[in-house]
Nanobody, 115 residues
Framework: QVQLVESGGGLVQPGGSLRLSCAAS????????MNWYRRAPGKERELVAV???????NYVDSVKGRFTISRDNAKSTIYLQMNSLKPEDTAVYYC?????????WGQGTQVTVSS
């Protein structure tokens, strides 16, 4: 079955960096579009970054120039490098993919940006 397991969250000061990872299994990773979402306290879930099978990336405007999504097909893993973090980046970050019209989510990893 499809499994997505995130790691790498934590507490970081404003201006700091974190790298999130999402290890995938149960499907042909190399052909899948993979996404990072986040849900901040009291807010709707937000699509943060997308990477397609050919490596094309897209970002929500609020993270452009600060976040980088990447993938390693040999490891069936995607990453989210987050630099210049701001308090408003505080959220639970989720890995997501869709296979055969079904959505799959990881368990989420908490990112807290605070001094």
């Amino acid at each position: 079955q499809v499994q997505l397991v995130e790691s790498g969250g934590g507490l970081v000061q404003p201006g700091g960096s974190l790298r999130l990872s999402c290890a995938a299994s149960g499907f042909i990773f190399s052909i899948a579009t993979m996404n990072w979402y986040r849900r901040a306290p009291g807010k709707e879930r937000e699509l943060v970054a997308v990477i397609s099978s050919d490596g094309t990336t897209n970002y929500v405007d609020s993270v452009k120039g600060r976040f980088t999504i990447s993938r390693d097909n040999a490891k069936s893993t995607i990453y989210l490098q987050m630099n210049s973090l701001k308090p408003e980046d505080t959220a639970v970050y989720y890995c997501h993919t869709q296979r055969r019209n079904l959505a799959y989510w990881g368990q989420g990893t908490q990112v807290t940006v605070s001094s």
